[in-house]
């Protein structure tokens, strides 16, 4: 079946590392995007892509980086200048036409 | 900018009730309108989608018309099941320039249901 596989669903992380977020699609979807949810914030957009080797920042990109080096594929850095890390993560993908997103199952990151 | 505002919840109804959570927007333009559904530990599913002024979205036995003179969006279900319980998430969809649309969601509305 189709779908967007996130990975790890659990991350710890100690303060001043980097970590990686994976997002895997198998949708032939051409655009990905990631999102942050924090509990009474709803989701905020972090980063999104259109095409491969095109990226742009959302609303709060900072502290983030990512890359688009094949279609299905849009992996999330939090780097240690993200301040405040802790929260839950959704990857989603699109097509043009756009019925709305595919949503991953989320990876939950806890900064110890 | 645009946003969109719902119902703060938790809402808290017993099984068989009917449900109502209201979502307005501020947009500009003509966006699209959805609602999603998260379970606990999950992302979030769609539920039902409108794509223009009169429209109703359908799915599951939860409905949504779009009401573009009171720019609202509001779900509703005859009558809740305990497996309902979720947090409900409204949205708009516009394109801010490029080849996709973006999402932006209100900040969810819980819901439980009560045996």
């Known amino acids: 079946d189709g779908g967007i596989t996130q990975s790890p669903k659990y991350l710890f992380r100690k303060e001043g590392q980097n970590v990686t977020l994976s997002c895997e699609q198998n949708?032939?979807?051409?655009?990905m995007y990631w999102y942050r949810q924090d509990p009474g914030q709803g989701l905020r957009l972090i980063y999104y892509?259109?095409?491969?080797?095109?990226?742009q920042k959302g609303d709060i990109a900072e502290g983030y980086s990512v890359s688009r080096e094949k279609k299905e594929s849009f992996p999330l850095t939090v780097t240690s200048a993200q301040k405040n890390p802790t929260a839950f993560y959704l990857c989603?993908?699109?097509?043009?036409?756009?019925?709305?997103?595919?949503f991953g199952s989320g990876t939950r990151l806890t900064v110890v | 900018g645009d946003s969109v505002t719902q119902m703060e919840g938790p809402v808290t109804l017993s099984e068989e009730a009917f449900l109502t959570i209201n979502c307005t927007y501020t947009?500009?333009?003509?966006?699209?309108l959805f609602w999603y559904v998260q379970y606990p530990g999950e992302g979030l599913q769609l539920l039902l989608k409108?794509?223009?002024?009169?429209d109703k979205g359908s799915n599951k036995g939860f409905e949504a018309t779009y009401r573009k003179e009171t720019t609202s969006f509001h779900l509703e279900k005859g009558s809740v099941q305990v497996s309902d319980s979720a947090v409900y998430f409204c949205?708009?969809?516009?394109?801010?320039?490029?080849?996709?649309?973006?999402?932006?969601f209100g900040t969810g509305t819980l819901l439980a249901v009560q045996p």
């Open positions: 949205a708009l969809s516009k394109n801010y320039g490029g080849a996709t649309n973006k999402l932006i």
């Open positions: 409108a794509t223009k002024a009169d």
């Open positions: 949708l032939n979807h051409d655009a």
């Open positions: 892509s259109q095409i491969v080797n095109d990226f």
């Open positions: 989603a993908s699109s097509m043009p036409n756009f019925y709305g997103y595919t």
């Open positions: 947009a500009t333009g003509y966006p699209s």
